[in-house]
């Protein structure tokens, strides 16, 4: 098979050796010529280019330069020695230094007033002036005027490699090598029809083209090829997935939509629910009565009611003679979607009941026994769900609020509470921007809330600097004495935590003494406290009887005081994007004008005045997560849960959404056609699919 080539160990190729072979094993997990060629330049300098020596600016990352030598010289002794060369062309001179191998560098290059030398390296601004230290120097020749008219790859490599020579150039070196064996020996891994469909040049070439491209638009095209497959496998083992488990998993089968439902949605129904929700609700309803086990995720920005398409599913659940429950990730929040759906449903007769942690192993016990008798109908909770001791008569649809903090092992627990899997709605707490959704999610299906209720007014941000402290405090009188509330939110980093409480407590006082006892009242909550204390904290602030709320990010998720109409956040610049848009959700629910003020001290990078700038200009959370994973990066948007998906070794999320369309679209064609890939046109697919998933370990997934 041509495909021992790829699998060949890398201590076979010329130059390498045992010892390197240890090393590029150990540093850069090259084990065999396949590794190599999958290890992607990180990017490429324009040899084509050459700058003038005038032209250098702070800004360019390296420059080729054209010219003579003028003058050398050994300056310092010893340990300081270094070898000083002045290089000159027309427009002016410069000097290239060599800290290492000065002497044998100084016995190479030697003033001279008609040779030529092409300099590359990375200009330097010291003392005043430009310099290159350890530049690549060659004497012009044929070979490299016309070597040089390629792009050249550039590769990541580490200390370790780099003082056994194994640097970029060593690396170039290793690829060179490997590329000349290429030769009808990389088996071609997708079907000609989506070759043929996307243009896309065959695997061998886009190696060669990836390491040592012709030209830009060859270097295009083998990136476009390299990205495409990449994303295909991907896609492919998450909708495969799916189709297996739509065949395995057989549904329960929501037929009707009954008397629950009608009735709450026509008598009790406190508002008209928006288009989007409306859309919604059919989605799930159909797929619930489709005869496959449902497995959805819900986004929708935050306050954009995805509580109420929960209700709305869960009704039809019951409708259809089955339980149904509801999971969130802190007591707070399932505290509070207990009073408002138990509120709601309360003309229904509907018997909805609440677990979570702190009840009272007697409460517990009436709780666990109505569950398995289906007297009760509806449960809500926290990780006390899961437990194995919950039991239901007969659980028919599961919904999981605020997906990312639980696991997929626990959403695996909630498959396993009836003889046939429930039905899963996950809802997502921060919208994700659609490309990491159909990779991190890539096996369910999408429903998505785009649209906000009416009548709300957009809050309004804006970034203030510690210095006008006294201003924002004098903003916060006038909003008190309109009779609206106030959120002031402190950090808390792990790593800095003491400092973080230091801070929280200072502002606490001073913020009490700014708004002192009679008139005001301020409550504090963090995460120290006992949870008493602190639900007696938030209930004061609930209540309306306190006016400010000082917290650490306790408050993040979910509560909902719509009088609260000003969210101030303490130095803003340390929390994430996605962190500040769902601390702004807590304000602007109800009818009045809300403020979010983003305090930050002067001393900003880049990325936060970037932060800051995002969340004045938009309240979009899709627009700010296509910027949060911009800065971020998707793997570190997404956390470590499932990260696992997202080792893109060349494609990028942040960049390759049409891409991923288009590999997508083309995967979901060919399994529709051919499930099983047993077709003689998609044997090159269907084999590589057989060795990508016996050679790395299973990452098979439940929804
Ligand atoms: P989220 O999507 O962030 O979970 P919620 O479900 O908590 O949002 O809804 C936010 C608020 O909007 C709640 O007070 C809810 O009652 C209200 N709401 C939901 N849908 C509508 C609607 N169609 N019209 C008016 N208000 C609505
Ligand atoms: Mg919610």
Wanted: aromatic content about 8%; some cysteine.
């Amino acid at each position: 098979m041509s495909s021992n080539f790829l699998n060949t160990p890398i201590e076979y190729l010329k130059s390498v050796g045992p010892q390197k072979a240890e090393l590029l094993k150990k540093e850069l997990r090259i084990f065999k010529y396949t590794d190599l060629l999958t290890y992607y330049p990180f990017r490429y300098v324009d040899r084509t280019k050459f700058y003038k020596v005038k032209e250098i600016n702070a800004d360019l990352p390296y420059v080729q330069l054209r010219g003579k030598i003028v003058n050398t010289e050994m300056v310092g002794v010893k340990r300081t020695q270094r070898f000083v060369a002045t290089f000159a062309d027309e427009s002016g001179k410069l000097e290239l230094v060599w800290f290492q191998g000065a002497k044998w560098i100084s016995e190479k290059i030697k003033p001279h007033f008609t040779n030529e030398y092409i300099v590359f390296g990375k200009p330097t601004y010291f003392n005043g002036k430009f310099n290159i230290s350890h530049p690549e120097i060659e004497l012009v020749s044929d070979e490299n005027t016309t070597f040089a008219s390629a792009l050249q790859a550039v590769y990541n490599t580490t200390e370790k490699l780099k003082v056994r020579s194994i640097d970029t150039k060593g690396i170039a070196r290793m690829q060179k090598a490997l590329t000349a064996l290429i030769k009808n020996n990389i088996p071609e891994i997708l079907s000609n029809t989506v070759k043929e469909r996307f243009h896309l040049i065959s695997r061998e070439e886009a190696f060669k083209q990836i390491h040592f491209p012709q030209n830009p638009e060859m270097l295009k095209k083998a990136e476009f090829r390299l990205k495409f497959e990449e994303l295909f496998f991907i896609q492919l083992k998450l909708l495969k997935q799916k189709g297996i488990r739509e065949k395995t998993y057989k549904g329960f089968v929501f037929s009707k939509v009954g008397g629950y439902f009608n009735d709450f949605y026509n008598n009790h129904l406190m508002f008209e629910l928006t288009n989007a929700q409306k859309r919604v609700i059919k989605e799930i309803r159909l797929d619930m009565c489709s005869g496959k086990q449902m497995n959805r995720l819900l986004q929708g920005d935050v306050g954009s009611g995805k509580t109420m398409v929960a209700l709305m599913n869960m009704l039809i659940a019951l409708d259809n003679g089955f339980q149904a429950c509801l999971m969130a990730p802190t007591e707070i929040l399932a505290n509070q979607h207990y009073e408002t759906i138990s509120e709601q449903l309360k003309p229904l007769n509907i018997n909805v009941g609440l677990l979570t942690g702190s009840k009272k192993v007697k409460q517990r016990r009436i709780i666990h026994e109505q569950l398995q008798s289906g007297e009760m109908q509806i449960l809500i909770g926290t990780h006390a769900l899961l437990e194995d001791v919950v039991q239901f008569k007969n659980i028919g649809l599961v919904v999981i609020d605020e997906q990312h903090r639980f696991g997929v092992a626990q959403r695996a627990k909630m498959w396993n509470k009836n003889t046939q899997a429930p039905h899963m709605l996950i809802m997502s707490a921060t919208p994700i921007p659609r490309t990491l959704a159909m990779t991190l999610y890539g096996d369910l299906d999408v429903s998505v809330i785009d649209e906000l209720p009416p009548g709300r007014k957009p809050i309004q941000t804006v970034h203030r600097y510690d210095s006008s402290r006294d201003r924002v405090f004098g903003f916060m009188k006038e909003q008190i004495e309109l009779g609206r509330q106030i959120y002031v939110v402190y950090p808390l980093i792990k790593e800095s935590e003491k400092m973080d409480y230091k801070d929280l407590i200072d502002g606490y006082e001073s913020i009490t003494r700014v708004f002192p006892l009679p008139d005001y009242q301020v409550s504090i909550v963090h995460g120290q406290m006992k949870a008493d204390a602190k639900e007696y904290e938030m209930q004061r602030f609930v209540k309306g009887e306190t006016q400010i709320m000082v917290a650490t990010t306790v408050i993040e998720v979910g509560v909902n005081v719509p009088n609260a109409s000003v969210m101030v956040i303490e130095s803003a610049e340390r929390f994430g994007l996605s962190q500040l848009h769902q601390l702004r959700g807590r304000v602007g629910r109800g009818a009045d004008q809300s403020y979010c003020i983003l305090m930050t001290s002067h001393k900003l990078g880049t990325d936060g005045k970037l932060r800051m700038e995002t969340m004045v200009r938009t309240n979009d959370g899709f627009e700010i997560a296509d910027v949060d994973m911009k800065l971020r990066g998707p793997g570190d948007m997404a956390g470590t849960i499932q990260s696992g998906v997202l080792d893109l070794n060349i494609a990028d999320l942040a960049k390759d959404g049409q891409i991923l369309h288009a590999a997508r679209n083309m995967v979901i064609e060919i399994l529709s056609e051919d499930p099983n890939l047993e077709q003689s046109e998609n044997s090159n697919i269907a084999y590589h699919f057989a060795t990508m998933n016996s050679n790395k370990t299973n990452w098979s997934r439940i929804s």
